[in-house]
Structures are given as structure tokens and as C-alpha cells.
């Protein structure tokens, strides 16, 4: 059972787990950003609570990811100890549902031994028609670039390998963190350290992931419920709306 105390810091309020991780996630809690702000609120344009329905016994919920490609909105989680296999759910209109429009079980090839495979993102790239997969490196300073070739995530695919991450505020929270593609901008988010409620936000800028380049360099997080699981964050762009999810039971 998740565990989680609440605390007052400067005024924003703190999750601190006590336990671990939820082991078994059964929905997502989503809200959306708000134009012209700096704030993502719950529910906002949104369905607050999504289930997920038909996950695999041995699904890993503390690791998991989420894209829109242009049709179908898509979640992945990898395999229990496994570092080179995902499953992936599609949106069937009422759930995210195992395999739905999907390929069941993926794989990931290639991955350099500096790659941090304990989280990772996944966006679909519409200006070349690609997947795309990230691991942060093990400094957690880069990011190891992966594309889907038609059989697998392969290490390198139409892709650049290694990117760099610049200019992130020393109390950036390096194990929580999600990366999108807007149509024009990609963009690299990572929480502030113990809190819940501010994520940092990069953007692409030809040459390495750079912090407050073309972006609101800092964003608002409200509204989510207390049920959220805080210790990780899934974002996307849908083609209208910037959405972000936190898993729930």
C-alpha cells in the first residue's frame, strides 16, 4: 500500500511517500494545460480519472509513458525486471486497454550500458513519422535516443544518440520526468525536487535540451488529488491540448 503524508513547505503542500510506489495502478488522473497560463490544473478540458483495463500480472507500474500519435493515444509500462520490454495500451475510447490498436509487446535494442533504464519517455515525432524512446544517461546530464524501425525501439534509429540537457536549476528532479513533441517544439519537462506542484520545462534548441528555451521555463501543477501518484509524471501533446497524467488506483 502506498502511504502519503502531507507537509506545508513555503507554502506548497508535499507529498512524501512512506511506502513504496502504488504496485498496482488502475486508472490515470489527468488534467491539461491551460492557455495563456502557467498552470496545469486537473480536469481541465478532461476526463479527470481514465482506467486501464487488461494490464499484463507482471506489469511495471513504476515505470511508464505516454504519446498521441496524431490517431491513437497511447500508454506504455515496462515488463518486472526487464529492461528492453514494454507493453502498450490504446485508448478505446472509454479505457486504456491492453493491445487495444496496438502491438502487444515491444523491444528495445541496443541500449549503451550508460542508459538509465529505471524511467523512461516515448513520443511520436509527426514531422518524420517516428517513435521515439528516451532514456535519460546515468549522470542523468544526456539523453540516450531511440526510433522505432517497425520491429523494435533500436538504439540510434533516425535518430541522434545522445543529446544533451543544459542549464536544469540545481533542485531539478532528475528521477521524475517527461519529454513531448508539439508539432513544432520538442520539449523536456522535469519536476522540482520535493514538490509536487512546479515542473521545469526545456526545449529542443538544435543542439541540446536547454532549460526555459522557447518554453515557460517553469509551470504550475493544481488540483490533482491526493490519490495521485506523485513519484512520476506522464506528458503529451495531443494535436490541442497538453496534457498531464499522474497514476492512481
Do not use: C
Amino acid at each position: 500500500m502506498n502511504i502519503k503524508k502531507s507537509l506545508k513547505v513555503m507554502g506548497a503542500v508535499v507529498f512524501m511517500a512512506l511506502g513504496a510506489s502504488f504496485a498496482q495502478a488502475q486508472s490515470l488522473n489527468q488534467g491539461a494545460y491551460i492557455p495563456g497560463t502557467d498552470t496545469y490544473q486537473f480536469g481541465y478540458n478532461s476526463i479527470a480519472n481514465i482506467q486501464i483495463s487488461g494490464a499484463p500480472a507482471d506489469t511495471d507500474y513504476k515505470r511508464s509513458a505516454i504519446a498521441h500519435d496524431g490517431s491513437t493515444y497511447r500508454l506504455y509500462f515496462f515488463k518486472k525486471d526487464s529492461n528492453n520490454t514494454l507493453y502498450q495500451f490504446g485508448w478505446n475510447g472509454s479505457v486504456y486497454q491492453y493491445g487495444y490498436n496496438s502491438i502487444p509487446v515491444l523491444t528495445i535494442t541496443g541500449a549503451p550500458a550508460d542508459a538509465n533504464t529505471q524511467s523512461f519517455g516515448i513520443l511520436y515525432d509527426n514531422s518524420t513519422s517516428t517513435y521515439r524512446l528516451y532514456f535519460l544517461s546515468q549522470d542523468k546530464n544526456s539523453l540516450h535516443q531511440f526510433g522505432w524501425n517497425g520491429s523494435t525501439y533500436q538504439y540510434g534509429y533516425n535518430s541522434i544518440p545522445v543529446i544533451p540537457i543544459t542549464g536544469a536549476p540545481a533542485d531539478a528532479d532528475k528521477n521524475r520526468w517527461e519529454i513531448l513533441h508539439d508539432g513544432s517544439a520538442y520539449r523536456l519537462y522535469f519536476a522540482k525536487k520535493y514538490v509536487n506542484d512546479r515542473l521545469y520545462q526545456f526545449s529542443w534548441n538544435g543542439s541540446s535540451y536547454q532549460f526555459g528555451y522557447n518554453s515557460i521555463p517553469e509551470l504550475k501543477v493544481v488540483g490533482f488529488p491526493a490519490n495521485s501518484d506523485f513519484s512520476s509524471f506522464d506528458i503529451l501533446y495531443d494535436g490541442s491540448a497538453y496534457r498531464l497524467y499522474f497514476l492512481a488506483p
